[in-house]
């Protein structure tokens, strides 16, 4: 199908066509020499189509020819996608600047896929075997998963295996199986297959309600504002807050097995660090690179607003696929606000009429159906699968109470909003305990995560209430309630990125600490003036803090042990089961992580381990000190009672 430009306005341009043509499908815009931009249909009128260009147009003229196709913008699937890097239409960047250099030209793509390497392909299904889309035709070992090759997600109805390949290294355009549909047709099937990003890829038995917590490691997080697999997050922050750092900071210690982090419309330095640093990261739960189970998609804000658009789908597409295979999945947004800019720019171009903040109408829609995608999901033949999605939210000016922001409340099961002035303040992560919020239940007891939101807030009643009557006029116990709010909140939900073993806290740990937080809060220290409350919750936050650089020591929980692992078990049926199925040798290898890896850590790490103090040891001084302080009570209080009698007396 052949079109004319008409006219080239920015990202757009419009075109004649007398073919029929249909919204969303792709084409070329061909430049006098001879590069082909990709474009998409984003309207058509009569015989006029309203193109958005990927690429930069410049060069472009009236008169230009426009090939047009019916495909509409895919992803291509297959195993090596891992430890990608990717551009918003998957071309893979490191390929393409070792092609035509770093400063890149448009018209340029190159398939997503490495169409030499060979894989080890094992069958799973004989000739004979009735499928249906989806179902595992057979696998390739890719990074320490098991890449299942499926019947093409499109295909309707039963087929037939009429033959399949033999174990064998092949590359992933061989032909693996045919498949013969109900009326005799033949449909050859390679390891690749496409997808359109637009539309949602869930081959699925059943969609579950999701409830299993998603270990992120970060105390905050798991313990006060859960986040769920298969559920949806959002952080939204002022410039600098830290949002950027608390998504990496997930995406190496979160329990799942594979993150996409697209990086969307952030400035070019941002991307570059998180593409730089990434690959040398250490994944800490497998001790290899964590590239091998990471995907980023990348689109720097100078890059077209249209392949940002992209961008935002082609990750959630991968995910999806990953789902498609029994994985748990994270997908990490940063920023959807820059993708609503896109979406803004784009809707401007097309002269819509403008809702709130000059955003298109359909922005709270788009939104909703982005994170719709995320989801558990029980598979066909009966694993669990997630994918979960978080998005980054970069309001102007910090101010929550704009289009964006709104939208992407209405429809996320978690809310993390960091706080200017605790980002100042340098209490990272700067997730706002009094603002956030969750929907879901995590690994603390809800009760218990009540009384500590409650104190809290009482606490941050105290101490707004001290800004008027000052410290005289405020009351010894509300003074020293507004202390123990601090202690809980510097010893525990302020938590060190950088350092070894505070930047990671296991479940257990998380528990444990958890209920000695509380043992302190609800301990009735009776204190004698401010004074001395101020002296004792300094000391116990110094002790706490000090306490969470000591490596875990699992042996504090004995008599709980047992319970706690088939917990932990519990918690991540779907990964062991993933596991066991695909890979028997891997479970030894992967279970003791659930326990505790991270302790693990700074014992390789032995100049830093000198420092730290033993975490029992640490225990028995906390445990020491609180007691002293009951003690003293009871002196006191029999002390008084003494008194009592000798009064009554
Ligand atoms: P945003 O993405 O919200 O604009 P960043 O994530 O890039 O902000 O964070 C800005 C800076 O704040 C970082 O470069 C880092 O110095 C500091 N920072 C953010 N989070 C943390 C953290 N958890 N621990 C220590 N420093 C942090
Ligand atoms: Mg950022």
Known sequence: ??????????????????????????????????????????????????????????????????????????????????????????????????????????????????????????????????????????????????????????????????????????????????????????????MEQTWPVKQPLCVAKRRLLPSKPLVTSVRIIDSMFPIVQGGTYCIPGPFGAGKTVLQQITSRHAHVDIVVITACGERAGEVVDTIREFPELQDPRTGKSLMERTIIICNTSAMPVAARDASVYTGMTLAEYYRQMGLNVLLLADSTSRWAQAMREISGRLEEIPGEEAFPAYLESRIANFYERAGAVELRDKRIASVTIGGTVSPAGGNFDEPVTQAT???????????????????????????????????????????????????????????????????????????????????????????????????????????????????????????????????????????????????????????????SEDKDISKSEVQDKSKPDEKDVSEPEETDKPADKPSANDGQAADRGDFKEILGQIDDYIQTLLIKDDNDESESENELEEATA
């Open 1 to 190: 199908m052949i079109g004319q430009i008409k006219a080239v306005f920015g990202n757009m341009v419009v075109a004649q066509t007398k073919d029929r043509v249909v919204k969303n499908a792709i084409g070329h815009c061909v430049r006098k020499d001879g590069k082909k931009l990709l474009c998409e249909i984003i309207r058509v009128r009569g015989d006029s189509v309203d193109l958005q260009i990927f690429e930069e147009t410049r060069g472009l003229k009236v008169g230009d020819q426009v090939e047009l196709q019916e495909q509409m913008l895919s992803v291509v699937l297959g195993p090596g996608l891992l430890g990608q890097i990717y551009d918003g239409l998957q071309n893979p960047l490191p390929e393409l600047a070792e092609q035509v250099g770093f400063f890149l030209e448009p018209g340029n793509y190159i398939h997503a896929l490495d169409t030499e390497r060979t894989w080890d392909w094992t069958p799973k299904v004989q000739a004979g075997a009735v499928v249906e889309a989806a179902d595992t035709l057979g696998n390739v070992p890719e990074s320490i998963f098991e890449h299942n090759i499926m019947v093409p997600f499109g295909c309707e109805g039963q087929y037939t295996v009429q033959s399949v390949a033999e174990s064998g290294s092949y590359p992933i355009i061989k032909e693996i199986a045919i498949l013969t549909d109900s009326a005799g047709n033949e449909h050859p099937v390679t």
């Open 409 to 567: 409340l209405k429809v996320v099961g978690a809310f993390h909003g960091l706080s200017r002035s605790r980002s100042d303040a340098r209490r990272y992560p700067a997730i706002d305990p009094l603002d956030s919020w969750s929907k879901y239940v995590g690994i603390i007891d809800p009760k218990k995560v009540e009384i500590l939101n409650s104190v809290l807030r009482r606490g941050d009643e105290v101490r707004q209430m001290m800004t008027v009557v000052g410290e005289e006029g405020t009351p010894t116990d509300d003074f020293a309630l507004m202390l123990k709010a601090e202690f809980f909140d510097s010893a525990y939900l302020q938590q060190n990125a950088f350092d070894a073993v505070d930047a990671a806290t296991s479940v257990d740990r998380q528990r444990f600490v958890f209920d000695k937080i509380l043992e302190v809060i609800e301990a009735d220290f009776d204190f004698k003036d401010k004074d001395e409350a101020r002296h004792t919750l300094k000391k116990i936050s110094s002790m706490f803090i000090n306490w969470n650089y000591a490596p875990w020591d699992q042996s504090v929980v004995p008599e709980s042990e047992e319970q706690n692992k088939s917990k």
